[in-house]
C-alpha cells in the first residue's frame, strides 16, 4: 500500500505560479513513475505529467514549458511547479503513483488539491 498526501493548492491570479507537492508513504520501494493529472469541473480527470525513478520527464501538450514536474527520492516526494498559470488550469490536480502487480500495475492516488487560477 501507498499513501499519498498533496499540498500546496490556492487561489493565484492569471500569470502567477505555484508548487504542488505529493509526499508518499507505505511501500514506496515498490513504486516507478509518479505524475499529476487534474480534473476539471464536469470534466474527465487528465494525466499532464509524469516522471520515473531515473528523473525522465514527459508532459501533455497543455502544460509543456509552464509546468516543471521533479521528484526526490530520498524524500519520496514528487513536485509540480506551476508557471504563467491561466484561467484554464483551474481544476482538482491529483497526484498518482505506479506500483508494479503481476503483469500490470496497481494505482494510488492523493485525495486531492484544489488550484483556482483567476482571470
Known amino acids: 500500500q501507498v499513501r499519498l498526501v498533496e499540498s500546496g493548492g490556492g487561489l493565484v491570479q492569471a500569470g502567477g505560479s505555484l508548487r504542488l507537492s505529493c509526499a508518499a508513504s507505505?511501500?514506496?520501494?515498490?513504486?516507478?513513475?509518479m505524475g499529476w493529472y487534474r480534473q476539471a469541473p464536469g470534466k474527465q480527470r487528465k494525466w499532464i505529467a509524469s516522471?520515473?525513478?531515473?528523473?525522465?520527464?514527459n508532459y501533455a501538450d497543455s502544460v509543456e514549458g509552464r509546468f516543471t514536474i521533479s521528484r526526490d527520492n530520498a524524500k519520496n516526494t514528487v513536485y509540480l511547479q506551476m508557471d504563467s498559470l491561466k484561467p484554464e488550469d483551474t481544476a482538482v490536480y491529483y497526484c498518482?503513483?505506479?506500483?508494479?502487480w503481476g503483469l500490470g500495475r496497481l494505482d494510488y492516488w492523493g485525495q486531492g488539491t484544489q488550484v483556482t487560477v483567476s482571470s
Open positions: 507505505g511501500d514506496t520501494f515498490s513504486v516507478n513513475d
Open positions: 516522471i520515473n525513478k531515473g528523473g525522465d520527464t
Open positions: 498518482n503513483a505506479e506500483t508494479p
